[in-house]
């Protein structure tokens, strides 16, 4: 998908925003796009504040100069503004492909809404086509692996439970010095069950699975941006 594409629904997004707004600042290479054209918006005198979901954002966010704040100081956020990795017709996502989804899903969380920017890809019939992170603890990796392994053959999953390595082989730490297993479900019938047994594992710190948090979605398709709002 041409990145000017996913620059163009970054831009979506950016218009919804005005001053005085405080606001979410998803992850990933959709995102970026978002970032930058906020920290134009900034330089022209935008007044907002950020909260990054992760290292990375941050970093980025700094480079474009938009102000920064955090959570302990800010209780509640009017917009977060992310990618996703799949889209259901509910606007329903798996998110975690770049490792920040416990960051992402607490800002989230958060936040008075959540508008998503992403390309036609991710948009499926179900959830599970795209491999399910899923954060976890070091301590007792063998057991949680052992324990999300029975869910997955409980939900039918049509493939494997991997964890996450670096590019030096080295197994992928996030953030928060967690681990991330993948989960290959292929197809996820029920969503919310899932959630919750997934949580219900001690081991568990988070999984990518957002339900219910989107309210509208910006894609970029061959044909231009679309809008998807929560409910059509």
Do not use: W
């Amino acid at each position: 998908m041409s990145e000017v594409l996913k620059r163009e629904a970054a831009a979506r997004a950016v218009a919804e925003i005005t001053s005085g707004m405080k606001l979410g600042l998803g992850t990933g290479s959709t995102a970026r796009h978002f970032v930058e054209l906020l920290g134009e918006r900034v330089a022209q005198g935008l007044d907002i504040v950020g909260v990054p979901t992760s290292e990375a954002t941050a970093h980025q966010a700094r480079e474009c100069g938009i102000p920064l704040s955090d959570l302990d100081s800010l209780d509640r956020l009017d917009l977060t503004v992310d990618g996703a990795d799949e889209i259901d017709p509910s606007l329903n996502l798996i998110k975690g492909g770049g490792g920040a989804l416990l960051r992402e899903k607490i800002v989230a969380a958060a936040s008075d809404a959540m508008i998503v920017i992403a390309d036609s890809s991710k948009i499926v019939d179900a959830l599970g086509r795209f491999p399910l992170p899923i954060e976890v603890n070091r301590f007792g990796l063998g057991a949680t692996r052992h324990a999300i392994a029975a869910i997955m053959n409980h939900h039918h999953a049509q493939g494997e439970l991997k964890l996450r390595t670096s590019g030096n082989g080295e197994p992928f730490l996030t953030d928060g010095g967690h681990l991330i297993l993948d989960a290959f479900f292929g197809r996820i019938s029920q969503p919310e069950a899932l959630s919750n047994e997934l949580l219900d594992i001690p081991g568990v710190v988070q999984h990518g699975l957002f339900l219910k948090m989107c309210r509208k979605a910006y894609v970029a398709t061959p044909n231009g941006v679309e809008t998807l709002l929560k409910g059509n």
